[in-house]
């Protein structure tokens, strides 16, 4: 039924086109593909069906990001981004029909309260807010059923409609994106692995005084099923309030956010990738920032670390022939690279860079580093007879740092992110 909602959406997308095709052509222009494919209209019908696979869409559009730079189209990407606010929710009875399949029927009784409405949802789950008879506060993460079944088909069906868009450079080998898309998805609806990996960060930031997570609840956590104690806190971007805080709380936070994952690819070598600004917050009467979902938790080997620290190091020291070497060993470069597109990449790097090279603090709300990294990297992307795919652990590397660099220029925070990462480039 999926694959055949995809169905009617290509005829309809196909009637636009042709009903647009006539307009222009009626006004004596000479239409575009593009054009035609992403009328507002044809824009309603993608994001009306991507809807119905969010999961797989939201995953296929995270691996297509390079930087803050974007293969796709900005109208394509605007459709892809407003799926991340259109959770629908399961009702009622549904969420019962969940909670009997797991917990078995008389559930209700180890409760002392369970809210129906669901107080977050996102692409593959919602979550409920409990208390059990014994007073514990509880958040409970429900998947959305049939959602594992559906992964590969999903991933499958996005990447046809990427395609028969023509939207995509020629070149550009989905095969690796794909596969890599739907492992994760894979991994995320795993909820016990989730639980695995709260417990793995819990241990490894224990010693943390300005972070705090939930603490997984094993007895009650199912494969469908994540039960973690309830976290009080603010949403993090609510803090660029004016009246909400102050600029020294805003430094700090985003200060904490961008040395976090200095920490975790350096010392953890395990990243939470995921920079989707829902999963931090922050509590007001501890001061500390509240982490969430380590579904799109990646380790990272040590020769990927290390290529990592060679090229920032030369980043800082403008050794271009370093930056070189060490993107050849993550995997940027294929075998017969020209010399421009090459020089092109490490000028990418540099421009990604360029808070570690400033000295003291970078002010990301006066910058205009995210639109800069975009424009670079949509315009390097469309060079057809360059782009290959870079590997996942780079994209999600990428993805988490202009995630990081969106929020800190959300909050306008001032960040010496070159004394941060100063003790891991030594």
């Not at 949802?121 to 014994?134: E, N």
């Not at 010399?339 to 910058?367: K, M, W």
């Amino acid at each position: 039924s999926r694959l055949a909602r995809l169905g009617s959406l290509a005829t309809g997308v196909a009637g636009g086109m042709l009903a647009e095709g006539a307009r222009q052509l009626a006004a004596g222009k000479r239409p575009k593909v593009s054009e035609l494919v992403l009328t507002p209209a044809n824009a309603r019908r993608v994001a009306e069906q991507l809807a119905q696979l969010r999961g797989a869409a939201m995953k296929v559009g995270q691996l297509m990001s390079m930087d803050a730079g974007s293969l796709l189209p900005p109208e394509l990407a605007d459709i892809l981004a407003r799926l991340r606010e259109d959770a629908r929710t399961m009702p009622m009875s549904q969420v019962v029909q969940v909670l009997e399949t797991h917990w078995g029927k008389g559930w209700e009784q180890g409760f002392e309260r369970f809210s129906f409405t669901p107080c977050a949802a996102a692409s593959i789950g919602q979550v409920h807010r409990a208390r059990t008879r014994d007073g514990q506060e509880l958040a409970i993460k429900l998947q959305y059923p049939g959602v594992r079944r559906s992964i590969d088909s999903d991933v499958d069906n996005v990447a046809t409609l990427l395609r028969v868009s023509g939207l995509l450079p020629k070149a550009l080998d989905l095969a690796p994106l794909l596969a890599e898309a739907k492992r994760q998805l894979h991994e995320e609806a795993d909820y016990r692995r989730e639980a695995e990996n709260l417990h793995r960060f819990g241990g490894l930031l224990g010693d943390a005084q300005d972070f705090v997570l939930p603490r997984a609840v094993d007895a009650l956590t199912r494969s469908d099923i994540l039960a973690m104690s309830w976290v009080e806190g603010v949403a993090v971007e609510s803090l660029a309030e004016p009246q909400a805080a102050d600029q020294a709380l805003r430094d700090r936070v985003a200060s904490l956010l961008i040395g976090l994952l200095f920490r975790e690819l350096f010392e953890f070598r395990l990243i939470q990738t995921d920079p989707n600004f829902a999963n931090y917050r922050f509590d007001a009467a501890s001061g500390r920032l509240v982490l969430l979902d380590f579904g799109a938790t990646r380790p990272y080997a040590e020769p990927v670390v290390a290529a990592y620290r060679r090229l920032m190091a030369g980043t800082v020291r403008g050794d271009r022939a370093a930056m070189g070497e060490a993107a050849q060993a993550i995997g940027y470069f294929q075998e017969h690279i020209h010399a421009a597109q090459r020089d092109a990449v490490i000028d990418l790097f540099a421009t990604a860079c360029e808070p570690l090279r400033h000295p003291g603090a970078y002010d990301f709300g006066a910058s205009d580093l995210p639109l800069r990294l975009r424009d670079t990297g949509l315009k390097l992307s469309m060079e057809r007879d360059f782009w290959h795919t870079p590997p996942a652990d780079a994209l999600f590397l990428h993805r988490k740092l202009g995630g990081l660099y969106l929020l800190a220029a959300r909050l306008r925070a001032r960040v010496d992110v070159a004394a941060l990462a100063a003790p891991w480039l030594g």
